[in-house]
């Protein structure tokens, strides 16, 4: 069994059994549920680190929005809107809220390919980059790591499918991001 599933099992098991202990307390968790809910929250921020990819730009904010538009406009992806997420929040009456967009872009087929090797069970990919500025200022992208998700697959047609795509999108994000 791979690292990731047996970590994304550990996850799930410890989810549920703290989810049963603080079910059965009413009131202040014991020191035990308060363990166990800390090892929840840190399993599942480990599954969440082997699933996304966050790296800093090489790039200005604007400069990368601009980049991955055109790379995979070039790659001939399905390119769609962007959202600035900045925007949105400041009218949420969030003030202090950094740059932050959303860019729709998928390769090209990528969804009929995952249909198809997953035997229409598999979920279709988020399509999804996001560049945000972090607390000290530098650009992030952060977008799903479809490599690392191709190791988890057991089906070796859905491995070999993500495993392709994957590659197809570190093509792209090669000459952008450190």
């Known amino acids: 069994m791979s690292k990731i599933l047996s970590g994304f099992l550990l996850l799930a098991s410890t989810l549920a059994s703290g989810i049963t202990l603080a079910q059965q307390t009413a009131g202040q968790p014991s020191p035990e549920q308060i363990k166990q809910m800390q090892a929840a929250v840190q399993a599942q921020m480990q599954m969440m680190a082997l699933m996304f990819d966050a790296r800093p730009s090489k790039l200005g904010f604007e400069e990368t929005v601009i980049a991955?538009?055109?790379?995979?406009?070039?790659?001939?992806?399905?390119?769609?809107?962007?959202?600035?997420?900045?925007?949105?929040?400041?009218?949420?009456?969030r003030k202090d809220a950094k740059r932050m967009k959303i860019i729709t872009i998928c390769p090209a087929h990528a969804n009929d390919k995952v249909a198809q090797a997953g035997g229409g069970k598999a979920?279709?990919?988020?399509?999804?980059?996001t560049v945000f500025e972090d607390k000290d200022g530098k650009t992030m992208v952060v977008r799903m790591n479809t490599s690392n998700m191709a190791k988890l697959m057991k089906d070796p047609s859905l491995a070999k499918a993500l495993a392709e795509i994957g590659a197809e999108e570190d093509a792209l994000y090669r000459d952008i991001l450190r």
């Open 68 to 93: 991955i538009k055109t790379q995979a406009g070039k790659r001939g992806w399905m390119v769609g809107e962007i959202q600035d997420m900045q925007a949105e929040m400041q009218k949420a009456g």
């Open 123 to 129: 979920p279709p990919l988020p399509c999804r980059a």
